[in-house]
């Protein structure tokens, strides 16, 4: 960390961005982390690795990214939890989950795309349209996925701006799906293998399998602090660190994730916390946060609240299970691949349940005073399983807020004020 | 349970309900309302808050409304939401009401409320003037009626057009076709607040109220709708007298220890 800044504008050229409004990007985020994050008291040290990342996030990964390609390596940018990124790994190329969170561009992808779309899909054209994602301009292969019907045609018109593969997901989970979601990955294989040059072998298969679980091992210990009362780290905090595991690097991210998760371990041990203890304890279950959505958190936590979990795809979902580590041979670790991720639950799924479970159980683990439902507008599969979730989750005897929005600052005051209602009826 | 502040009964309190359309002011001493105010918003409702302030002798200030948090900056006053200042307001009012209904000038809120007068469940509207009084003046002034007249043709008229739309834009222009093909005013009125009152129960079945249901906000005022919900709510509907400042007088019992049901 050197104080003088470098001055990265001539890479963000080479890579074709828009540069008055790439910078105009980078301090609207520079403002709003700002404003968000180094204004919470009380905030563990080791957040200061994440605080440093998001000041480079288009500087300094960028140009290892950048480093790396020039040295022969790929990068694979992925928009979803599915696509395994062991196995981009293993290939010998680096993933990064390109981020959606903001609204950007919306007069370009409304041309494109319906104004009813999702902000998710919206933003993932709009950083393209705009020119203004670095993540986007470095990857050499986008990689999509056929979850729900806006994403699926969505990445029709993604893939005829760059080189875009798109993996067939199953939308049900029996065991002839299991066995197909397997054969889909020894596509991708293939596919990596010829953008690589390298052979996936059962060697590198297996290491990488293990980098990523440490990987997530670490988030979960950063997240099972949180179940101390006070918790100590923010929601916040603790939603960044998973947005960052996206696309940092992971051995690096896992070493400071762990020196992160001695000291939440400390402080909880010893009653330090981010918020007063007995401050109302939130669970947020739904649709993605992409990186820089911090809309809702901000809002629970300024209004006294603390967020201690995310039943989400920036949140348990990403870190919960692991892939089996005894297989030997490469049809061993595609099954246990195929399996693992086919537990994740997401709503384009059916049936659905075990996502219920999921957030039952957090409930009780964390101990949570109440459940946020948080779904983007119109994204059907999540607003339709709002109803359901609420209503068993109220039936367990936790009060329920549900929350239909998008990214835009325009509903905060509204919003503000029906979770600053739903801390006051749940305290 | 004790109070925002732990203060005793005695304490001189000025509640403010600071909305878009209006804000309302309750004085209390020793407990009991000794003054209230309602005042048109204006552009400034900041300003208008702030003579409230003035007028009167208070040891603290509750502010509810969405103007809640300015009034914190400039009067260092507590904060309650809309939704437990209506809570406690028409629980006090009505110890025996288990949910609220507020048609405010903006927005719309219903709560259902437990035994011991805290809030259960709540919902608001979220975005648009879409069935709160704003609306109804929009549509009274499509109609060339004052808000009293479109009360009272409603109640006139045997029944209703079917109105489709509740977005203001859509059912203003709804409404100005409806006049050129010849329909009948008071009608049409009628029809305005059976969509109205429709919406709304739907949002009172959906968070389990049930009656007594305390109706509040300038709204309640207009007899049509409170006939309207009355005939379709499976309860017992009551209209305090004082439906315009249940928000503010809740926020000035929010100060008292054991003075609100919270
Ligand atoms: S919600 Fe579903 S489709 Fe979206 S990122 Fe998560 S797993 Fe993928
Ligand atoms: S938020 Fe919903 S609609 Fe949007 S991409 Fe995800 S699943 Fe699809």
Same mark, same amino acid.
């Given at each position: 960390m050197s104080d003088t800044p470098v001055d990265y504008h001539q890479m963000w050229a080479d890579l074709g961005l828009d540069l008055p409004m790439h910078d105009a990007l980078l301090e609207a985020v520079g403002g709003m982390y700002g %404003?968000?994050?180094?204004?919470?008291?009380?905030?563990? #040290?080791?957040?200061?690795?994440?605080?440093?990342?998001?000041? #480079?996030?288009?500087?300094? *990964? /960028?140009?290892e990214l950048d480093d790396f390609r020039k040295s022969g390596g790929k990068v694979v940018g992925t928009y979803c939890l599915y696509v395994p990124e062991e196995l981009i790994r293993a290939a010998g190329g680096w993933s990064v989950g390109i981020c959606a969170g903001a609204e950007w561009a919306y007069d370009q992808v409304e041309q494109i795309l319906p104004r009813n779309t999702c902000a998710l899909i919206k933003s993932m054209m709009g950083f393209k349209l705009g020119k203004v994602c670095p993540y986007l301009e470095e990857a050499d292969l986008l990689v999509g996925e056929t979850t729900c019907d806006g994403k699926k045609k969505a990445y029709e018109e993604l893939g005829k701006m760059q080189n875009l593969y798109t993996m067939e997901l199953p939308q049900m989970k029996r065991p002839k799906d299991v066995a197909f979601w397997r054969s889909e990955l020894v596509d991708f294989i293939a596919k990596l293998e010829e953008l690589t040059g390298k052979k996936v072998t059962a060697e590198a298969l297996k290491a990488s399998i293990k980098e990523v679980n440490d990987k997530r091992r670490a988030l979960q210990r950063v997240n099972a602090a949180r179940a101390a009362d006070p918790s100590p780290i923010s929601g916040l905090d603790a939603l960044l660190a998973v947005q960052v595991a996206f696309y940092d690097d992971v051995p690096r991210f896992t070493q400071m994730m762990n020196a992160l998760a001695d000291e939440l371990e400390k402080r909880a041990a010893a009653g330090i916390g981010v918020a007063p203890k007995g401050a109302p304890r939130i669970l947020i279950t739904g649709t993605p946060m992409a990186l820089p959505n911090w809309k809702l958190h901000e809002i629970v936590e300024k209004a006294g609240?603390?967020?201690?979990?995310?039943?989400?795809?920036?949140?348990? *979902?990403?870190? +919960?299970?692991?892939?089996?580590?005894? =297989?030997?041979?490469?049809?061993?670790?595609?099954?246990?691949?195929?399996?693992?991720?086919?537990? /994740?639950?997401? =709503?384009?799924?059916?049936?659905?349940? $075990? *996502?219920?479970?999921?957030? /039952? *159980?957090? =409930? $009780?683990?964390?101990?949570?005073? $109440?459940?946020?439902?948080? %779904?983007?507008?119109?994204?059907?599969?999540?607003? /339709? +399983?709002? =109803?359901?979730v609420a209503k068993t989750v109220q039936d367990a005897g936790v009060p329920v807020l549900r929350i239909e929005t998008d990214y835009s600052a325009e509903d905060v005051g509204q919003l503000s004020t029906r979770v600053e209602a739903f801390l006051e009826m749940v305290k | 349970m004790s109070g925002e502040n732990g203060t005793g009964p005695d304490v001189r309190v000025l509640g403010l309900d600071i909305g878009s359309r209006s804000v309302d002011a309750v004085w209390l001493g020793g407990g009991k309302i000794v003054d209230a105010a309602v005042a048109d918003s204006g552009?400034?409702?900041?300003?208008?808050?702030?003579? &409230?302030?003035?007028?009167?002798?208070?040891?603290?200030?509750?502010?509810?409304?969405?103007g809640r948090h300015v009034a914190r900056e400039t009067f260092g006053a507590s904060v309650v939401t809309?939704?437990?200042?209506?809570?406690?307001?028409?629980?006090?009012?009505?110890?025996?009401?288990?949910?609220?209904?507020?048609?405010?000038?903006?927005?719309?809120?219903?709560?259902?409320?437990?035994?011991?007068?805290?809030?259960?469940?709540?919902?608001?509207?979220?975005?648009?003037?879409?069935?709160?009084?704003?609306?109804?003046?929009?549509?009274?002034?499509?109609?060339? @009626?004052?808000l009293e007249e479109l009360g009272a043709e409603s109640m006139a008229a045997e029944s209703g057009v079917q109105i489709s739309s509740m977005c203001t834009v859509f059912a203003e222009s709804e409404v100005t076709g409806l006049v050129h093909r010849g329909e009948d005013r008071g009608r049409i009125a009628r029809g305005l607040h059976e969509s109205i009152a429709r919406r709304t129960l739907g949002a009172l079945k959906r968070v389990?109220?049930?009656?007594?249901?305390? &109706?509040?906000?300038?709204?309640?005022?207009?007899?049509?709708?409170?006939?309207?919900?009355?005939?379709? @709510?499976?309860?017992?509907?009551?209209?305090?007298?004082?439906?315009?400042?249940?928000?503010?007088?809740?926020?000035?019992?929010?100060?008292?220890?054991?003075?609100?049901?919270?």
């Open positions: %404003a968000t994050f180094m204004s919470q008291a009380n905030r563990p #040290e080791g957040m200061g690795y994440l605080d440093f990342v998001m000041s #480079e996030v288009h500087g300094l *990964r /960028i140009k609240g603390v967020v201690v979990g995310e039943e989400m795809c920036t949140g348990s *979902r990403y870190y +919960e299970k692991l892939v089996d580590e005894d =297989a030997s041979t490469l049809d061993e670790m595609l099954d246990d691949l195929a399996e693992k991720y086919l537990d /994740i639950n997401c =709503a384009c799924f059916t049936p659905n349940t $075990g *996502r219920i479970d999921d957030i /039952i *159980r957090m =409930a $009780g683990d964390l101990k949570v005073d $109440g459940v946020i439902d948080y %779904a983007l507008s119109f994204c059907g599969t999540y607003q /339709i +399983e709002s =109803a359901g | 552009f400034d409702p900041a300003s208008v808050a702030a003579a &409230f302030v003035e007028r009167g002798a208070h040891d603290v200030i509750v502010a509810t409304g969405y809309e939704i437990k200042a209506y809570a406690i307001g028409a629980s006090a009012l009505f110890p025996q009401a288990r949910s609220v209904l507020d048609i405010g000038g903006q927005d719309t809120k219903v709560i259902s409320l437990r035994e011991d007068g805290r809030v259960a469940d709540f919902e608001m509207n979220d975005k648009c003037a879409a069935g709160t009084g704003k609306f109804l003046e929009v549509m009274a002034k499509a109609l060339g @009626f004052t389990g109220a049930s009656g007594p249901l305390v &109706f509040a906000g300038g709204v309640a005022r207009n007899p049509a709708m409170v006939e309207l919900v009355r005939a379709g @709510f499976a309860g017992e509907l009551l209209v305090p007298a004082e439906s315009q400042i249940v928000g503010a007088y809740g926020a000035a019992l929010s100060a008292l220890a054991g003075g609100g049901p919270q």
